[in-house]
């Protein structure tokens, strides 16, 4: 399995504010993955990162909320823009292919003040 | 529309208490159901994937089983490392979304006491 390592662990923002989370893998993939984990609630896909093409958004989230990029098969970064208390949320990144399981990184823990 | 959910919502067992948490899904062709464990504040660890009904896998006191509507994830002679919370997610058949390929439940929160 790969390892995926994420930067920030944990970040206190003030709302209004912006927040680049980076998600690094140690093998080349495909396709990556940013999710979102809501207090006491499981977890929902925001957008799928293919190297190459422009990020794909679930139904509710939008680009200019949260801006992805992938610039190549080993790293990714979500911009959580214009920030609000209901942002608060841990911010997963995830590597997988549609016909393979899908292994998490430790995820970045968001509090917004 | 794919769903996932899993029962109970909370779990505490007594050292040693064996016992199952259950994971029941409806989805337009099941391609793979997944248990992932997640300590507070981590991402999840994957575990195990079950392709087909009858299927069954281990891993040290955890045996996930699979039929045609459910999964469920026993648990023997626990010990309180095991607390965690357990999460199913189910992978379907390719949709326009990656999103509705692959659908999480709420999870199982599981404490352990010794």
């Known amino acids: 399995s790969a390892v995926i390592s994420q930067k920030p662990s944990r970040d206190i923002c003030q709302r209004g504010t912006s927040l680049t989370i980076q998600c690094q893998v140690d093998s080349q993939v495909t396709m990556m993955f940013w999710y979102r984990q809501q207090p006491g609630q499981s977890l929902t896909l925001i957008a799928t990162a293919n190297q190459g093409s422009e990020a794909t958004y679930e139904s509710g989230f939008v680009i200019d909320k949260f801006p992805i990029s992938r610039p190549n098969l080993t790293f990714s970064t979500l911009t959580v823009s214009n920030m609000s208390p209901e942002d608060s949320s841990i911010y997963l990144c995830?590597?997988?292919?549609?016909?393979?399981?899908?292994?998490f990184g430790p995820g970045t823990r968001l509090l917004v003040l | 529309e794919d769903q996932v959910t899993q029962s109970p919502e909370a779990l505490r067992l007594q050292e040693g208490e064996s016992s199952s948490l259950n994971c029941s899904y409806t989805?337009?062709?099941?391609?793979?159901l997944f248990w992932y464990r997640q300590d507070p504040g981590k991402g999840p660890e994957f575990l195990f994937t079950l392709y087909s009904a009858g299927e069954e896998k281990e891993k040290e006191r955890l045996k996930a089983t699979l039929t045609k509507k459910e999964s469920f994830l026993h648990i023997t002679a626990p010990k309180p490392e095991d607390s965690a919370t357990y999460l199913c997610?189910?992978?379907?058949?390719?949709?326009?979304?990656?999103?509705?390929?692959?659908?999480f439940g709420p999870g199982t929160r599981l404490s352990v006491l010794p």
């Open positions: 997610a189910v992978q379907a058949r390719e949709k326009d979304s990656y999103g509705q390929n692959f659908v």
């Open positions: 989805v337009s062709g099941l391609r793979g």
């Open positions: 995830s590597v997988g292919g549609r016909q393979e399981t899908q292994y």
